[in-house]
């Protein structure tokens, strides 16, 4: 490990202008490349304290043995100067976007003295149209064999065309009307650049002019009684128009833009791009990548739009480019792309209307790639038998831990603090094992008694359930079900306890542990600004590599706790927020609560009757009825509701909203049921 100061610039040597710098590693291979406004600063940002340092960034300066810099005139300069060199030196402190996958795109070779389409995949020749790309193959040829009937452009390999030159006699495409045929003559070479012309004008969004052309040329065959050809042209009509049908409308303005969406964590990120040309979808693509360097969302946005635009010119750079955040030197990169244009590119974020509507979209597609992504790994036996293994080899385990269990902590500023209990076995979840707390213990916000308080009651909750059957051996493994075949709730104990926090979380769970005499379940967690991975004894954490299966596994084990605590929080909130005044009577449920509602009709008449008339609804007793009197007496009387109109008080306003709070109240009582999980209160 090398140490920055060794190779750090003197004072006064970097220029304080734009530019862009390489640091080396002592191989001499470039391992980082990046661009600045002002080289001073930025090259001095790298050279500070190593802990003030991202770690990330404190893994590159250390690894590199030096750093050098190329002094350019302008920002724009900057940008592409950047790009050049990460194309050619394919840095590993990079970010790098990658397909997932090869996206065909449907292409008119235009550099051909017969220009053909097909599908093409792959890097992007010069002379070529191209048009997606395309999720599916057959997308592409199922468009084209519609579009042949009006525009027949050779679709032919080059043997096949040279072949029916050869003999004289058009492929079948040729006698069955969907090709020109200019292997034989039938239209000379300009005749039929022309076609291929008017058939990249017609997916590139130009659409209504060729279609308004048939139409009148259809009417006219029939005016002149040709309805034969009348019936071709109407054929032609109903396939282009299916054409259309197959690519979503999305702007009515002929818009061509495009929109991406990055969704990230601490470790990799996903970007999805939809391709709008002439007001419709007409492509979609999408990547993965590890953020192997310390970059935020406008830095993902920046190392994307270089991915894309990098190697396009004219019409392949939109005129809108819609982003979630701008780029750093946002208007540097707005001039680049209108240099690669040829004229004005707007680069913003929406704000309002269609497009901000399609950006949640692309933003929830990107969303679903990078979970997507994550659940790939995760759902083969080989990914989850190395996941498990890679845990136990980086905490010092005997063996795999078969059975995981996760807990979090959630709260709103310390009001409803609750915690959730998610179970992983095999590297799968298990939501019927999932389990629910209130914290009770104290009042407030303290995560660390919060979680000492919970795994406390989960394991004192193990122990009764040990007593009950015995030591916990295979034989004896059916005294932990119920008589229906499900397990005793805690019955199952975990090899491995995961926290959602650092060293105070896992201090607290292992004393939790520790109070009731359980030594034989290990103790870990997860601290997600770093993913640093801490052990109770530990000084310093655990790091796992970030291409580790076991760090994803963790990963996902912490993020479903999250999820399904701020879930059950969210809803506690929501209830407390509808609570009506018989929610606090004690004892009293919603059966009798309804009862009570039937027999008065109101809250506002029940306010009104004595407690002997209370009395008299089936099921309550005088001990409830005082109970219900009290605490219908001690809430205070809301104001009346006035007509603004007439400035008449509107009597049984707060009547109906009291009487329909209540009903809805009963409707929505929380019994614990989500997504399978129980509820320990």
């Not at 590993?92 to 292409?107: E, G, Q």
């Not at 039938?186 to 969004?205: I, K, Q």
């Not at 007001?279 to 192997?292: I, L, M, N």
């Not at 995760?378 to 080899?393: G, K, N, V």
Request: hydrophobic letters at 35%.
């Amino acid at each position: 490990m090398a140490d920055p100061s060794s190779y750090r610039p003197k004072p006064g040597q970097i220029p304080d202008s734009p530019g862009v710098y390489k640091f080396r590693d002592e191989h001499r291979r470039v391992i980082y490349v990046g661009k600045a406004k002002s080289l001073r600063p930025r090259l001095s940002s790298y050279f500070q304290d190593l802990a003030n340092l991202h770690p990330r960034t404190r893994t590159m300066v250390t690894t590199a043995a030096s750093v050098e810099w190329t002094v350019v005139s302008t920002e724009v300069e900057a940008l592409q100067l950047e790009y050049s060199w990460i194309k050619e030196f394919d840095p590993r402190f990079n970010v790098k976007y990658r397909d997932d996958k090869s996206y065909p795109s449907l292409a008119v070779t235009m550099n051909e003295e017969f220009p053909r389409v097909q599908v093409m995949r792959g890097p992007k020749k010069k002379g070529v149209r191209y048009f997606g790309p395309y999720g599916h193959a057959w997308a592409i040829r199922e468009t084209v064999d519609l579009m042949l009937r009006v525009f027949p452009v050779r679709t032919c390999s080059a043997g096949v065309f040279k072949r029916s030159a050869q003999i004289g006699r058009p492929c079948l495409l040729g006698y069955i009307g969907k090709c020109s045929a200019p292997c034989v003559g039938r239209v000379t070479p300009e005749e039929h650049r022309e076609l291929a012309e008017e058939f990249c004008d017609f997916m590139a969004g130009r659409t209504g002019t060729y279609i308004r052309r048939i139409e009148q040329e259809m009417r006219d065959a029939a005016e002149e009684m040709e309805y034969e050809k009348a019936a071709r042209l109407r054929d032609d009509i109903e396939a282009l128009k299916r054409a259309l049908e197959k690519n979503a409308v999305v702007f009515n303005d002929a818009t061509d833009a495009d929109l991406i969406a990055v969704a990230e964590d601490e470790l990799e990120a996903a970007v999805q791009i939809f391709h709008v040309r002439g007001g419709r979808v007409r492509g979609q693509r999408g990547w993965v990548t590890d953020k192997v360097e310390a970059v935020e969302t406008s830095g993902l946005v920046g190392h994307a739009l270089q991915q894309l635009y990098g190697e396009e010119k004219g019409e392949g750079v939109p005129k809108e480019v819609l982003v979630p955040a701008l780029p750093e030197q946002a208007d540097a990169v707005s001039q680049w792309l209108a240099d690669r244009r040829g004229s004005h590119v707007s680069l913003r974020i929406p704000q309002r209307g269609d497009k901000k509507d399609l950006m949640a979209t692309v933003q929830r597609n990107a969303q679903q790639a990078l979970v997507l992504h994550k659940t790939k790994r995760a759902s083969d036996l080989t990914t989850r038998s190395r996941a498990l293994e890679e845990i136990a080899a980086a905490l010092g385990l005997d063996s795999a831990p078969l059975r995981i269990e996760c807990y979090d902590i959630s709260h709103l500023q310390g009001d409803d603090v609750v915690a959730s209990m998610v179970v992983f076995e095999d590297g799968l979840v298990r939501k019927g094992e999932y389990r629910r707390f209130q914290i009770k213990g104290f009042e407030g916000q303290d995560d660390v008694r919060s979680m000492h308080e919970v795994i406390n009651r989960r394991f004192r909750r193990y122990l009764q359930e040990k007593e009950r059957t015995g030591e916990w051996t295979e034989e004896q493994a059916a005294g932990a079900v119920e008589e229906d075949g499900r397990p005793k709730r805690f019955a199952y104990p975990p090899q491995l306890v995961v926290v959602d926090g650092g060293r105070p979380q896992v201090a607290a769970a292992k004393r939790a542990l520790d109070e009731l005499g359980i030594d034989d379940i290990a103790v870990c967690g997860l601290a997600k600004r770093l993913e640093e991975v801490w052990l109770p004894d530990d000084e310093d954490p655990v790091v796992l590599p970030r291409s580790s299966e076991g760090l994803y596994l963790l990963q996902r084990v912490r993020d479903e706790a999250h999820r399904f605590a701020i879930t059950y929080q969210r809803a506690k909130r929501a209830k407390r927020f509808k609570a009506g005044p018989l929610d606090s009577v004690a004892g009293l449920g919603d059966t009798r609560k309804q009862a009570l509602i039937k027999h008065f009709g109101s809250v506002k008449k029940l306010k009104q009757a004595t407690i002997e008339q209370i009395c008299e609804v089936p099921g309550i007793g005088r001990r409830t009825a005082e109970s219900v009197a009290v605490a219908l007496a001690r809430t205070a009387p809301a104001a009346p509701a006035v007509n603004t109109a007439t400035g008449e008080i509107i009597e049984d306003h707060r009547e109906t909203e009291d009487h329909r709070e209540t009903e809805d109240h009963g409707e929505t009582e929380d019994h614990g049921e989500d997504d399978g999980g129980d509820t320990d209160e």
